[in-house]
T-cell receptor
Framework: DVKVTQSSRYLVKRTGEKVFLECVQDMDHENMFWYRQDPGLGLRLIYF???????EKGDIPEGYSVSREKKERFSLILESASTNQTSMYLCASSSSGFSGRFNTGELFFGEGSRLTVL | GDSVTQMEGPVTLSEEAFLTINCTYTATGYPSLFWYVQYPGEGLQLLLKATKADDKGSNKGFEATYRKETTSFHLEKGSVQVSDSAVYFC??????????FGAGTRLFVKA
């Protein structure tokens, strides 16, 4: 069964701590994404990556960074967590398909990591 | 810019009732349209999609038709079940890397 696995389902951190969220996919997908999900706001894209070591900012990159050293793994880093980063974080992956770099559409999601920053 | 607007929830229905969740979009070009579903405690999963005007996506008794003239992609099901209780997201993809999601509509189905 194909899967996107997020390392932690629930985390509680203190303000100022460094936080790592890890995501692994087993579908050999080129593209990986980090979203945050907040009630009433839907999903907002933080960062994405279309290849190893490549990263692009999404709509809300401030306060976050990412790392993609291997094709199957995409990490989200909060350098200094703040209370307004309390949220559900969703990792997703997708295939580029035959046309190369572009997303063919369907996103495959992990189960999410609920982060609380105190 | 591109955007998706879907009806606010929550929507509460009795089992076997008819479901409609409205979704309209604004986009340049010819987007693909999607409905994703998020069951409690899980990530999102694709429910159905349509890639061009007048296409109908369907899955698990749910249907949605891509209406370019009204820029809509409303989700329907003829008879909902308790197990359909979830959050439903309408989304569009214009072929780049940024899928645009609506705010989500929570559905409660009562036995």
């Amino acid at each position: 069964d194909v899967k996107v696995t997020q390392s932690s389902r629930y985390l509680v951190k203190r303000t100022g701590e460094k936080v790592f969220l890890e995501c692994v996919q087993d579908m050999d997908h080129e593209n990986m994404f980090w979203y945050r999900q907040d009630p009433g706001l839907g999903l907002r894209l933080i960062y994405f990556s279309y290849d190893v070591k490549m990263k692009e900012k999404g709509d809300i990159p401030e306060g976050y960074s990412v790392s993609r050293e291997k094709k199957e793994r995409f990490s989200l880093i909060l350098e200094s967590a703040s209370t307004n980063q309390t949220s559900m974080y969703l990792c997703a992956s997708s295939s580029s398909g035959f046309s190369g770099r572009f997303n063919t559409g369907e996103l495959f999601f992990g189960e999410g990591s609920r982060l609380t920053v105190l | 810019g591109d955007s998706v607007t879907q009806m606010e929830g929550p929507v509460t229905l009795s089992e076997e009732a008819f479901l409609t969740i409205n979704c309209t979009y604004t986009a340049t070009g010819y987007p693909s349209l999607f409905w994703y579903v998020q069951y409690p405690g899980e990530g999102l999963q694709l429910l159905l999609k349509a890639t061009k005007a007048d296409d109908k996506g369907s899955n698990k008794g749910f249907e949605a038709t891509y209406r370019k003239e009204t820029t809509s992609f409303h989700l329907e099901k003829g008879s909902v079940q308790v197990s359909d209780s979830a959050v439903y997201f309408c989304a569009l993809d214009t072929g780049g890397f940024k899928t645009i999601f609506g705010a989500g509509t929570r559905l409660f189905v009562k036995a």
